[in-house]
């Protein structure tokens, strides 16, 4: 008895957790390829914002990638950062294998989260997660989990 109940205390807490996506943009700091840091400001105004985080040896992440490489037309609008907690070289070879159609693209930057600061500031709960942003850095749309890209567009 005493086990089922820490068990339904344990579930509560974690899909509470789970469930407190910030409103806004939190301050974040990750870095660039040439190791330079990027944060929030970084971000020009005006223009919306999709946040996808993901891990090069997820399969779901590699099949949105996929479909957002797909969507480059339709996306060219928005600015569009890919984070990893991967290294570069792994970075690079998932874009290169995955989402080959947005390397080289202005509005699309790779960025690596190597102090791990992704996890508790945006509270991701699978991966991949994305995070559509208003022009003003207000969180219009989430998810965490393989989603279809036409969900996203649809949001935009």
Partial sequence: MKSLFFMLI????????????????P?????????TGFTKNN??????????????????CQKVAGELSKKTKELSKINIYMVSLDEFRTIN???????????????VTL??????????LFSPSKY???YLYA?????KFNNSGEIEVSKILNKL
Avoid: W
């Fill in 128 to 130: 991949p997660s994305v």
């Fill in 111 to 120: 960025l690596q989260d190597r102090d791990h600061v992704f996890i508790p």
């Fill in 27 to 35: 301050d974040f700091k990750f870095y660039t390829s040439g190791q």
């Fill in 10 to 25: 344990c579930s509560v807490f974690c899909f509470s957790v789970a469930a407190q996506v910030p409103a806004t943009m």
């Fill in 43 to 60: 971000i020009p105004a005006g223009k919306q914002s999709l946040i996808v985080f993901f891990d090069a040896t997820c399969p779901h």
């Fill in 135 to 139: 022009a003003d850095k207000k969180l």
């Fill in 93 to 107: 070879y998932f874009m290169e294998h995955y989402a080959k159609s947005l390397i080289g693209l202005k509005n």
